[in-house]
């Protein structure tokens, strides 16, 4: 029986000074990772370095580590700061060479453009010795591509047109061909954790060691874990010779997670919690109302973001002064003065009066301190109360959420819609 071939994968080195000040946004990793993945080579690791020879080989050793195709994008003009060809270089221990066909093509492209070409673009004709030049048809950088150690090394310009075209037209041919003995499945579970553990933490510590071996690096399937204001995203990536075998594979990482985490999944793919709540109000057919104050009205953006929410969310109050709790929805008039606005009484009034005005099923009300003005010792910022009010009864909770004015506004009102959820589940 023929033995497997372990799976590809891939590490990407972006290089530049101007990547890690911030003044260009690296669209070149995710553009590459998104390719790689379509053709079953998941990106294991990423690296974002400045032009600094040392810095550079240290990355390419680092990735050659993760990895078995390291591409590196930037790093490739005329100029005394475009290192890659010397680092890769010194990474296989050859020379650089100057290419003759290289050169001619340079010169001509400056012909083109009908002007003369500077001396310093003649750099760019040396590639390292054994090393393959990448045609570029769109600028005078070429490409490399090299073996070492059962490694592929490629190196791409940094403009993202030239990278573009490169890959596409020299690169993903062959990197098509090396992964033919390969798919990849993947699947994604969205959770939001349960809301016994502190909301203002992202859960993702919790959710790790629950897991526990199932999230080791290195292991097939892959398990990735990634946090966004209280969502946590698991993606199974699972790599077979075929795809009936991956997708099994995938299949059990999916019910081992689902066994070990229970109620805190609460979709699939990229489903969000509004699109779930939404979802599961349709097909109960209940209503909803939300009364917001700290949330500025986060909530029923949340929801009327879903195409055919008219089904199930009837009403939305921003109440953000006292006196609009009071004459909008109208809460106790004492309740402000005697628990504040910042209270549990007042999220439970909040919610109760918004479900009476509004005749729905249920009722959502979030009062709270967004910050980064308006908090006190008692009450800090990033206290908020949640109230979901129905027929049954009216659940309200205390949270801490951390962050800025943004983040502790969005964490809310996604804690607001997990609320509901669990409570649609009962």
């Known amino acids: 029986m023929k033995k497997a071939s372990p799976p590809r994968r891939a590490s990407i080195i972006s290089i530049g000074n101007e990547l890690l000040t911030g003044q260009t946004v690296n669209t070149n990793a995710s553009y590459l990772s998104e390719r790689l993945l379509s053709i079953s080579i998941p990106v294991v690791s990423s690296y974002t370095i400045g032009d600094d020879i040392d810095s550079i080989v240290r990355a390419l050793k680092l990735a050659s580590n993760d990895a078995d195709i390291i591409i590196a994008t930037g790093g490739l003009g005329p100029t005394d700061d475009d290192l890659t060809r010397q680092a890769m270089a010194k990474l296989l221990k050859v020379e650089l060479q100057l290419q003759d066909e290289l050169l ?5 492209f400056f012909i083109s453009q009908e002007r003369q ?37 490629i190196a791409l310009p940094g403009v993202p047109s030239e990278m573009k075209q490169m890959f596409e037209e020299s690169v993903l041919p062959e990197l098509t061909a090396l992964a033919i003995d390969q798919v990849i499945v993947i699947r994604k579970l969205k959770c939001f954790p349960s809301t016994s553990l502190r909301a203002g933490g992202t859960g993702e510590s919790n959710i790790a060691e629950l897991l526990g071996p199932m999230m080791q690096r290195g292991r097939n399937p892959l398990i990735n874990c990634t946090v966004h204001c209280g969502v946590i995203t698991l993606t199974i990536i699972a790599t077979a010779e075929d795809k009936d075998q991956a997708q099994r594979m995938a299949e059990k990482d999916e019910k081992s997670l689902r066994d070990k985490l229970g109620e805190m999944i609460y979709g699939t793919g990229e489903q969000s919690l509004s699109e779930v709540v939404g979802e599961q109000l349709a097909q109960q057919k209940k209503t909803l109302a939300v009364a917001e104050s700290c949330t500025g009205g986060t909530l029923a953006k949340l929801l009327t973001d879903i195409s055919g929410a008219s089904r199930y969310f009837t009403y939305g109050w921003v109440t953000y002064s006292n006196t609009a709790k009071i004459t909008e929805l109208g809460i106790p008039f004492d309740l402000t003065e005697r628990y504040g606005a910042v209270s549990e009484q007042v999220a439970e009034a909040m919610a109760q009066c918004a479900r009476k005005k509004a005749a729905t099923d249920f009722a959502i009300a979030i009062t709270g301190i967004a910050g980064p003005t308006g908090a006190s010792e008692q009450k800090p910022v990033g206290l908020v109360y949640i109230s979901v009010d129905s027929d049954n009864s009216c659940d309200t909770q205390r949270q801490f959420f951390s962050g800025d004015r943004e983040s502790i506004r969005l964490r809310a009102a996604q804690t607001a819609l997990n609320m509901l959820r669990l409570r649609l589940k009962i």
Do not use: H, R, S
């Open 117 to 153: 070409m500077p001396e310093n673009n003649k750099v760019q004709a040396y590639i390292p010795a054994g090393a393959k030049a990448l045609a570029n048809n769109l600028g005078t950088a070429p490409g490399i591509m090299a073996d070492a150690d059962n490694k592929l090394l």
């Open 104 to 108: 001619q093509k340079i010169e001509n």
